[in-house]
């Protein structure tokens, strides 16, 4: 019983200790070069690729989105 269980036990911590997950390559520079949508497009994880274009719509170049200077919650919004 004993045995088993230990077997058992040994087996599953194998089978869930072994993870082969792939290196991530690192994100290009945020520049204009590099912020075109064929550039975007070629990067294959899709959380890397969300990721460098949120930082590409927020870089600081002129069009771009800007942080609010002065944010309002909600209740200010309505408010006015």
Do not use: H
């Amino acid at each position: 019983m004993k045995k088993s269980l230990f077997v058992i036990l040994f087996s599953v911590f194998v089978i869930t200790g072994c993870k082969n997950e792939p290196s991530i390559a690192p994100l290009p520079e945020v520049n204009e070069a590099n912020c075109r949508r064929e550039v975007i497009e070629k990067i294959e994880d899709r959380e890397s690729r969300e990721k460098f274009a949120g930082l590409c719509s927020r870089g600081p170049s002129v069009g771009r989105i800007r942080p609010t200077q002065k944010p309002l919650n909600w209740y200010e919004f309505n408010q006015r």
